[in-house]
């Protein structure tokens, strides 16, 4: 099983952030939180990753509570080509199985 | 530097028939994974591979059997296709040898899919 879970599904207008939760309550101390989107029917990209600190790249912002215990993706202007879905997983380094949940449905409305 | 390559990218197939789907690496990475994606759905793990020689089953390995004897290349075999394996096929790849892990060592890189549909 899935060591996340997400909402299946949200909107962002167009033009605002989004935030997009994601909660990993039984999160290890060595595994990270990798997010990736999968735009239509293509292969799912990498988006960003992070262990405790916050993370920030040209795509996106990570941020994870002190806890650990969640995270959320911070697309900071939405636009319609965000429209995807999007994957929250947690992995240690090394982790072989790598198991995805349902991840959650963004619609950017214009 | 192509990344990961799926071959076929499209197949239709009648109930029974055998195929064969290639997946082909060229980052050097230890480890290589078979997932479906059926509509709507997220991706499940069907079986995986963490070296040359060794292979691991998924989430729903059942009705596919895979292959692993060069590292770059990933092989996923239905030998009796049904109806519930239309699908569509995703294959990924990560984690170079040690001495070559940077942060982005754990990051999966997919390919492009293989859209099979079995009558």
């Known amino acids: 099983d899935a060591k996340t879970t997400q909402p299946t599904s949200m909107d962002c207008a167009e033009g605002r952030a989004a935030n997009l939760p994601c909660n990993h309550s039984t999160i290890s101390g060595n595994e990270y939180v990798y997010w990736y989107r999968q735009i239509h029917s293509q292969g799912p990209q990498y988006i960003i990753h992070g262990l405790k600190n916050n993370e920030t790249n040209e795509m996106a912002s990570l941020i994870i509570t002190e806890d650990r215990k969640s995270s959320t993706l911070i697309l900071p202007h939405a636009t319609l080509r965000d429209t995807a879905v999007y994957y929250c997983?947690?992995?240690?380094?090394?982790?072989?199985?790598?198991?995805f949940g349902k991840g959650t449905r963004l619609h950017i409305l214009p | 530097n192509a990344g990961v390559t799926q071959t076929p990218k499209f197949r239709v197939l009648k109930t029974g028939q055998s195929m064969t789907l290639l997946c082909a690496q060229d980052?050097?990475?230890?480890?290589m994974y078979w997932y479906r994606q059926d509509p709507g759905m997220g991706l499940r793990l069907i079986h995986y591979s963490v070296g040359e020689g060794t292979t691991a089953k998924g989430e729903v390995p059942d009705g596919y059997n895979v292959s692993r004897l060069k590292k770059q290349n990933f092989l996923l075999g239905l030998e009796s296709a049904a109806p519930s394996q239309t699908s569509v096929y995703f294959c990924a790849s990560s984690y170079p040898p040690l001495g070559q892990r940077k942060w982005w060592a754990n990051v999966l890189t997919f390919g492009a899919g293989s859209r099979l549909t079995v009558l």
């Open positions: 980052m050097n990475h230890e480890y």
């Open positions: 997983i947690v992995r240690a380094e090394g982790d072989d199985k790598i198991i």
